[in-house]
């Protein structure tokens, strides 16, 4: 069957596209004049304008005839096709498109493909074919009918997805949209499940569609005269990337058709005019494409002509932050934040430069950083901004902002700065680059100024402009505070672990001049005797020694990382080899007998092999025994007992001195820079725990007041140590 008859055969299907075309036009135009309309709705009309272009084709063939009428099946999948475009850039954030490119890209490339091989069948099997069944059996035919089946459940999709991920966030004026656009995408489905399944169009459902398709509009009209409709609208970067494409591929079919004219009327040298011209348009297309200035200009475009406000203010401060907050790990030389702050503030207006001048101890202002401007000498423009200056005295007093083309215009700065005489250097207003200066204003007090460089593409300002430079000057001040809160901090740590060393070292030459001391004091009742002056003069070496090591540790610079921590730790156990616990206990033994002679010394016969640092080693037991004879009568007895276990050395030292009541162990004991002795430094037990802990082990105490106190330090055994306590 072709059709081929008047309209008067037809009444049904032409009255019935009629209906159609004249209802999409009519939301058209309807769309169009909407005050304030949105990028979303514009698409929606654009789609709306094809809908009717194709509706007035069909009636047009059930007039005239299908086979008098061509491209009617190149309007179907441009109808299909502009529905499609509209539902995938509503998804674009909903399915994360604008932040994987790379997944947008493959739904759009799938899609596009679909689109572009239905328009290449609908040149071999024109709309008419459909009704003959001789030609059902065509190649063409089949992947006809598979291509609209493809986007017709293509478009279900779509619109099940938008209806899902709206849910939560939208009122039922969504509902009347996805149902109004699901009536042409299902009746499709059912029209062309029919044709794969019978070979062949019915008729009935083809004079029927246009009307179907008319009962879409009143659902889209009442879901756009909701304004929560219009909420569920394209983000700035899909309306750039659709109107990019658009403008690109308006441009690719003009030069087509020019190059297609150039062959025609070329003659022998037709083909060769044809290709080079294509050529050189392409290249120009993709010169302008990468532009950074027309991508700009482009994006102030479209905000300032399809939105309600200029920026996009939720992309504005999460790029903003994202910016100040970057970390920027792994690369070799990271960006101070005072460039970040900069460079942060200048991308909203597209600024190509600027710098910062932050307030001296003078109330005048100096230059700090500056970002891509160095054509601009930015000490003799913190000249102009002394602590005195009009220029100063206006921002700090009003918080506006200065624009400098309003001075050079003979004005106050801006449209909102009347009433103030601000005096600004002729050097500095005949360099025009400059071009804006912003208030980084903290607590009530301006803290720094930002200027920046000309924009090539933004220079008429409104209220938005100004707004949005003083809340992010705002929150840059407080960025610049927290920075310099943090160097003050860094500084004080500093002072703080020079005095955390400086106390390990006092509490060091404390014990030597303890045994100095008590050595000063023998001297009077035994210098006459060889042995004690063999004694005094191994103290007088040991202590220049120790003394001698102490001013080296003293002048070593604490800048390593975590430095705070590691002088709160400076027993860490650096290095790691054998060490004889009984060599160490009989060297600390001999060395503090000659204070206190009255030491013991149990279990050091054999050799007691534990993993760790010899001198720190040293160090901690020192202070336990130092403890001891600080708590003990000169004559009082005190034992240091070493003994092995399976897995273990246990290092035991006892005395019977004060003692130190339970609450003291528990609360004071090994806390730093706390002691029970008036000269004391509060050091040593703190320090030998920690010894005791980085090589793995652990002190214990007990003690009694008015008994003496014992402490036993466990430090696990040397791996050859425990090898042989196995064999055995």
């Not at 109004?180 to 044709?195: C, E, K």
């Not at 938005?464 to 920075?483: F, H, I, N, V, W």
């Not at 106390?503 to 000063?520: P, R």
């Not at 279990?603 to 720190?616: A, K, N, S, W």
Request: glycine share 8%; proline share 4%; aromatic share 8%.
């Amino acid at each position: 069957m072709t059709l081929g008859l008047a309209g008067a055969d037809h009444p049904i299907g032409l009255v019935s596209h009629l209906i159609a075309c004249l209802a999409f036009l009519g939301l058209a135009v309807w769309l169009l004049v909407q005050r304030q309309q949105r990028v979303f709705g514009l698409l929606v009309a654009g789609a709306s304008s094809i809908v009717a272009g194709w509706a007035g084709l069909v009636a047009l063939g059930f007039a005239f005839g299908f086979g008098e009428v061509p491209g009617i099946s190149h309007a179907e999948t441009l109808r299909t096709a502009g529905w499609l475009v509209v539902l995938l850039l509503v998804l674009q954030r909903p399915w994360g498109m604008d932040r994987d490119l790379r997944s947008g890209f493959l739904v759009s490339a799938g899609l596009g493909f679909a689109v572009a091989l239905q328009l290449v069948v609908d040149s071999v099997y024109p709309f008419s074919s459909a009704f003959d069944p001789e030609l059902a059996n065509m190649p063409a035919a089949l992947v006809e009918v598979v291509t609209r089946l493809v986007l017709a459940i293509s478009g279900i999709v779509l619109l099940h997805n938008i209806h899902v991920n709206s849910l939560a966030t939208r009122g039922p004026s969504i509902r009347f949209f996805v149902v109004g656009i699901a009536v042409m995408f299902a009746y499709d489905l059912n029209l062309y499940t029919l044709q794969f399944l019978l070979g062949e169009l019915s008729l009935v459902l083809v004079e029927l569609r246009g009307a179907v398709n008319a009962l879409a509009v009143p659902l889209l009209l009442i879901a756009f005269r909701d304004e929560a409709a219009n909420r569920f609208a394209l983000s700035r970067d899909a309306a750039f990337s659709t109107i990019s494409f658009s403008a690109i591929g308006i441009y690719l079919i003009f030069m087509s058709l020019l190059a297609h004219g150039l062959r025609l009327a070329g003659g022998d040298w037709g083909v060769v005019l044809q290709v080079m011209f294509l050529a050189v348009t392409l290249i120009g297309a993709a010169l302008v494409i990468l532009s950074p200035a027309v991508r700009a200009r482009l994006k102030v475009l479209i905000a300032r002509n399809f939105y309600r406000y200029r920026y996009d203010y939720r992309s504005e401060w999460l790029g903003f932050l994202d910016k100040l907050d970057a970390s920027e790990a792994g690369a070799s030389a990271p960006q101070p934040i005072r460039e970040r702050i900069i460079e942060a503030v200048a991308r909203v207006l597209n600024c190509p430069g600027g710098l910062l001048l932050e307030v001296g101890e003078d109330g005048s202002f100096r230059l700090s950083a500056q970002w891509h401007w160095s054509t601009f000498d930015g000490d003799s423009a913190a000249e102009a901004f002394a602590a005195d200056s009009s220029l100063v005295t206006f921002m700090a007093e009003t918080g506006r902002i200065i624009d400098f083309d309003q001075l050079r215009a003979g004005g106050q700065g801006g449209p909102r700065n009347r009433g103030h005489d601000l005096a600004c250097p002729a050097a500095l207003l005949a360099d025009r680059s400059l071009w804006l200066a912003v208030p980084l204003p903290h607590h009530g007090r301006l803290s720094a100024i930002l200027l920046l460089e000309r924009s090539p593409v933004v220079h008429d300002l409104n209220w938005e402009d100004y707004d949005l430079l003083r809340t992010l000057g705002r929150q840059a001040a407080s960025y610049l505070a927290e920075a310099a809160t943090q160097m003050a901090l860094d500084e004080a740590r500093s002072f703080e672990d020079f005095s955390r060393r400086f106390a390990f070292i006092m509490h060091d030459l404390k014990n030597v001049v303890s045994q100095l001391g008590l050595v000063a004091r023998n001297a009077e009742r035994h210098i006459d005797k060889p042995e004690f002056r063999a004694d005094l003069l191994a103290t007088v070496q040991s202590s220049v020694t120790k003394m001698t090591d102490l001013l080296a540790l003293m002048g070593q610079q604490a800048g390593r990382t975590n430095s705070a921590r590691r002088a709160s730790l400076p027993a860490t156990a650096e290095v790691a080899e054998p060490v004889d616990l009984a060599r160490v206990v009989a060297m600390v033994a001999a060395a503090l007998r000659r204070a206190h002679p009255a030491i013991e010394v149990e279990g050091i016969e054999e050799q007691l092999p534990v993993t760790g640092d010899c001198e720190r080693l040293e160090t901690m037991l020192t202070h336990i025994v130092q403890n001891a004879i600080d708590a003990s009568a000169p004559d009082a007895p005190i034992l240091i007992a070493l003994e092995r276990t399976a897995r273990t050395a246990r290092l035991s030292v006892t005395d019977r001195g004060h003692g130190m009541s339970r609450r003291f162990i528990r609360e004071e004991l090994f806390k730093p820079f706390r002691s029970s002795k008036a000269e004391g430094f509060g050091i040593g037990a703190y320090e030998a725990r920690e010894i005791a802990r980085a090589h793995g082990g652990r002190i214990e105490v007990t003690s009694r007041p008015g008994e003496g106190s014992r402490f036993v330090i466990t430090l696990p055994l040397a791996a050859e140590a425990r090898a042989k306590l196995a064999r055995t």
